[in-house]
């Protein structure tokens, strides 16, 4: 039976390149540990947001503060076809596992909420946010439906969602239609709501979610941030932080079964990585529900999904009109 990892432990806070030698250490431990799918996450490279929510003045429109954490960021995130996934992709290689890696995705002068799928075969897959949340609009652009996609690997079809987008009923429904057997629900932490959210889409996909949080201080926030020597000005938004929220993130990964039940977890406060091993064929076997097939009415609704990959410019010759 294949095993999966969830990492808990959080990255070496906006330091990019400490953070992908860390990955790419956690990788080598876990996979000798037997993990045969090591999942990180949401933006676990280079960190989440966290001043979004906890920082005063962090939407403010001129601040130099945040303008300055923003170029930061946007310096310390990797491109899908740079140098720092590929570190990954050769760690996945060499260790024999395959990687689930929640990223801020630099492409041009966007950032995105990504997932990087790294086999350890050599293929990928990405999947992009396709709406930020609220305030994360201040940092992410919006994915589109070429990413809505599934990963073949030798224990199933795996798929994978951001957040809030496991709040998109018609978004599930299309992952559902794909018959994943293994999804991965990337999460800042799973808390309550999270954890509810990640049960009932195991149960109602009929396939194990791998519920993936994060453990995060306000001291690994700071301490991470001096190991880059960001702009003193930058440092100054994330020290605006109240001194008294020690924890930001509390983790709270699990694995979870087709029946909704806890495999594995969930663990809070606990750096520790969460595995499990889960038996591919207990997904999709159920005379009760398939929401995609025998419960479904498509006499009654239709879901169409355009997987085109939108640009806003495209260049090329066009037919005359």
Same mark, same amino acid.
């Given at each position: 039976?294949?095993?999966? =990892?969830?990492? *808990?432990?959080?990255?070496?806070?906006?330091?990019?390149?400490?953070?992908?030698?860390?990955? #790419?250490? /956690?990788?080598?431990?876990?996979?000798?540990?037997?993990?045969?799918?090591?999942?990180?996450?949401?933006?676990?490279?280079?960190?989440?947001?966290?001043?979004?929510?906890?920082?005063?003045?962090?939407?403010?429109?001129?601040?130099?503060?945040?303008?300055?954490?923003?170029?930061?960021?946007? *310096?310390?995130?990797?491109?899908?076809?740079?140098?720092?996934?590929?570190?990954?992709?050769?760690?996945?290689?060499?260790?024999?596992?395959?990687? #689930?890696?929640?990223?801020?995705?630099?492409?041009?002068?966007?950032?995105?909420?990504?997932? #990087?799928?790294?086999?350890?075969?050599?293929?990928?897959?990405?999947?992009?946010?396709?709406?930020?949340?609220?305030?994360?609009?201040?940092?992410?652009?919006?994915?589109?439906?070429?990413?809505?996609?599934?990963?073949?690997?030798?224990?199933?079809?795996?798929?994978?969602?951001?957040?809030?987008?496991?709040?998109?009923?018609?978004?599930?429904?299309?992952?559902?239609?794909?018959?994943?057997?293994?999804?991965?629900?990337?999460?800042? $932490?799973?808390?309550?709501?999270? *954890?509810?959210?990640?049960?009932?889409?195991?149960?109602?996909? *009929?396939?194990?979610?791998?519920?993936?949080?994060?453990?995060?201080?306000?001291?690994?926030?700071? $301490?991470?941030?001096?190991?880059?020597?960001?702009?003193?000005?930058?440092?100054?938004?994330?020290?605006? /932080?109240?001194?008294?929220?020690?924890?930001?993130?509390?983790?709270?990964? =699990?694995?979870?079964?087709?029946?909704?039940?806890?495999? =594995?977890?969930?663990?809070?406060?606990?750096?520790?990585?969460?595995?499990?091993?889960?038996?591919?064929?207990?997904?999709?076997?159920?005379?009760?529900?398939?929401?995609?097939?025998?419960? #479904?009415?498509?006499?009654?609704?239709?879901?169409?999904?355009?997987?085109?990959?939108?640009?806003?410019?495209?260049?090329?010759?066009?037919?005359?009109?």
């Amino acid at each position: 039976m294949p095993t999966v =990892a969830l990492v *808990q432990r959080p990255p070496v806070f906006l330091d990019l390149p400490a953070s992908v030698a860390l990955a #790419a250490e /956690i990788i080598g431990e876990v996979a000798r540990g037997g993990a045969d799918l090591v999942v990180f996450p949401e933006t676990w490279l280079p960190g989440y947001p966290v001043w979004l929510d906890d920082a005063p003045d962090a939407a403010r429109w001129g601040h130099a503060p945040a303008e300055a954490l923003f170029r930061h960021l946007f *310096q310390h995130s990797p491109a899908i076809d740079g140098p720092e996934l590929a570190t990954l992709a050769a760690a996945a290689a060499e260790h024999g596992a395959d990687v #689930a890696m929640g990223m801020h995705e630099r492409r041009g002068g966007t950032l995105y909420n990504s997932i #990087a799928f790294l086999g350890a075969d050599g293929s990928r897959h990405l999947h992009r946010k396709l709406s930020p949340t609220y305030n994360e609009r201040l940092i992410w652009g919006s994915g589109d439906g070429s990413t809505l996609g599934v990963w073949d690997r030798p224990y199933g079809k795996v798929g994978g969602l951001v957040c809030w987008e496991h709040w998109m009923p018609l978004v599930r429904a299309a992952m559902h239609a794909q018959e994943e057997t293994v999804h991965v629900a990337q999460w800042p $932490a799973v808390g309550e709501r999270h *954890q509810l959210a990640s049960r009932t889409y195991a149960f109602e996909g *009929q396939c194990f979610v791998l519920a993936s949080g994060c453990v995060l201080t306000r001291d690994d926030v700071l $301490a991470g941030f001096d190991s880059a020597r960001g702009a003193p000005e930058a440092r100054d938004l994330l020290a605006s /932080i109240p001194a008294d929220k020690f924890w930001l993130k509390e983790g709270g990964s =699990a694995v979870i079964g087709p029946d909704a039940g806890y495999v =594995a977890g969930p663990s809070f406060r606990d750096a520790a990585t969460v595995m499990a091993s889960f038996d591919p064929v207990a997904a999709k076997r159920s005379p009760y529900l398939d929401v995609h097939g025998h419960y #479904a009415r498509p006499d009654i609704f239709e879901l169409r999904v355009d997987t085109t990959r939108r640009e806003g410019v495209r260049f090329g010759e066009w037919p005359q009109a």
